[in-house]
């Protein structure tokens, strides 16, 4: 009798470490990544890329799901679900985060950077990898820099100089700076999220707005808007961010994992990022809906003698030893 029961006790007793390590195993640590651009986007390729790269390497332990087109946060929320805890992972654009850090507006100056070469000098500098930990004491743990490309005006009308841009309402990220610039040309920003955009410009609520070739591409922008004039004035650029709490709560050799796939799909996406750039350039010239606009030595020079003042409005919160520095990557 008492062996009958000890063979009970000891067979239940593995049945419970059975079911036990069965509910660990179905339980993985889950990385909701959340963005708003469309999933053919430099942003949208790599995430796809960070989540196969987790299945292959960390499957069973860690699970990435992406939540492309705004579809679970818009660009106002996504920060703050984050912190809350409802997504793990969100790559915003460096516009984004003004209300948890002056530092990253230098990525929005007008004309700062030449191309995206000293964009990346930048970031890899000390100077730009410090950045990465700007929004320590918010909760935030930057975790790289994922590129799109430069940014172009889109409009309803043909804008070649400063003066064509006047009293035109244009969207605008969520940047004091990227305002500074409108109004610096006498136009009008409105502050508004991306999954708006579209819609805003359809219903003429709006004249234009600035973006990347990817954006204007992916999201039909140029379906609607007869003009692009191709400025590269400015750069959108993201960090990919996580909270500390998440990230930290993560056992260190799955971090170490996590961040391998991370750093290994991030710089997938920065390779692409310039050939996706022409390659949608390319195809809004072949949709004919809409006409790119390039300009001239001296007509490029005035957008930056009108804009370029921006930098010293723009000075004490940044810093003027930061915004030479990220300068100083255009040599
Ligand atoms: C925008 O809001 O225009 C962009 O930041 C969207 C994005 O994430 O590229």
Redesign the pocket.
Known sequence: MFRKITTLIATAALSALIVSSAALAADPIVIKFS???AEN?P?GKMATKFKDLVAERLGGKVQVEVYPNSQLFG?NKEIEAMLLGDVQLV???L??FERYTKQLQIYDLPFLFKDMAAVEKFQQSDKGQALLSSMESKGLVGLGYLH?GLKQLSCASAIKVPADASGLKFRI?TSDVLAAQFEAVKAVPLKK??SE?FTLLQTRAIDG?E??YS?IYSKKFFEIQPYITESNHGV?D?MLVSSTEFWMGMPEDIRKEVKKALDEATAYGNQIADSQDLEDRQKIVESKRTEIITLSEAERNQWIEAMKPVWLQFEKEIGKDLIDAAYQANI
Do not use: C, E, R, W
Request: net charge positive; no cysteine; proline share 9%.
């Open positions: 963005h708003v651009v986007t942003k660009d790559a915003p654009a516009s984004k799109n990220m999220p991306f955009v707005q973006n990347t954006n959108l993201y």
